[in-house]
């Protein structure tokens, strides 16, 4: 029976230097993990103490090479190179070459980061600039795709998860209601008690219908109602998605095989696309009771009210509240959506998501409104 001594004489190390400067050291015998230990001191003193520029190693003696002998090598190998000197390892057998070459030093030696200097208001300013225009740009490519894969929807009912569909719509649509209605009827009454104060001063309390009607329908109903569901919804998308995101279920289906924006997006998007219009519709039957109830307490009929509401609503004014509320539907869906699937790891990565969803759609909201400001300016609506 064959038997191995643990003994150091196993192994041996010597060193020299040659006439053109370079440190050679000769390594004979076996490099194990009971052998290795002392080769390993001697070798990083002979190192440290003569530094060499270019560093030889004779391995023609090593006759036995396993993992702690490869990770002498390595070192000595990592420690030229990070100092920016040669190392050159002659003779060491092909199959211990060939476990040496596994390993690159190169791609163990740290990256230097560079410290940045100290900037100015301006450059703060330009980083900040471009950052937004990156999000920006990535909300625009994000929402493109949705759009894209809702037009493959129509084309292919049958791709559509119905059933998360519904969910989603009683979610966005039959939860929201309640809070929906009690915003828009406050938004009514406060400002029909605002405008009736300083209209009564010329006599014209009588056109505070007209005042509500058009706001409600044209700006205030479709505007109220994006954000009460903003709010609720875009970040529920977010926090939903992110959760998915952190605990790698969205890397599972793209696995097998399915497309997140298709199975996860489109249903809850197109429930967006339905119920918010609703419930615009109904924020604006709720603002003008608001307004119903200060007119009652100024001394006006109930139908004195409607009379009045009739002759100033029109089918166009409704309906460009309407569009606003299915632009609103998008982007709330869109944005909510795409802050979930943008999900960082860590414990604060959904929370930052949903944060995320609500400001960034918030602001998108104000600016397509804007848009469309000036829209309907130019078209006289």
Known sequence: MESYVK??????ITSQVNSDGSLQLNIAGRLDSNTTGKIWRQAKNEVEKNSPRNLVIDASGINYCDGAGIALLFELQLHQQKAGKEIEIRGLANEFQQLLDQFKAGE???AEVEVPGPSNIFEKVG???LDILQDFKANISFLGEVMVSLFYAML?????????????SELIGVNAFSIVALVCFLIGLVMAFQSAIPMQQYGAQLFVANLIVIAMFKELGPLMTAWVVNGRSASAF???LGTMKVNEEID???TMGLEPVRFLVVPRVLAALVMIPILTIFGNLFGLIGGLVVMLSLGFS???????????ATYVMLLAGLIKSVVFAFIIGGVGCMEGLRTKTG???????TTSAVVVGLVMIIFVDGVFGVIYYFLGI
Not at 7 to 12: C, E, I, K
Not at 158 to 164: L, P
Not at 303 to 309: D, E, L, S
Request: negative net charge; charged residues 20%; glycine residues 2%.
């Open 238 to 240: 977010a926090a939903e």
């Open 347 to 353: 414990a604060s990565a959904v929370g930052d998501s």
């Open 252 to 254: 599972a289906l793209t």
């Open 156 to 168: 292919h009912p049958r791709s559509v998860r119905w059933k998360d569909f519904l969910i989603t």
């Open 108 to 110: 163990f030696i740290e």
């Open 302 to 312: 109930v139908v004195t009210y409607v009379n009045q509401i009739t002759s100033a």
């Open 7 to 12: 003994d150091s004489n196993l192994s041996s």
């Open 127 to 129: 980083r900040s600039t």
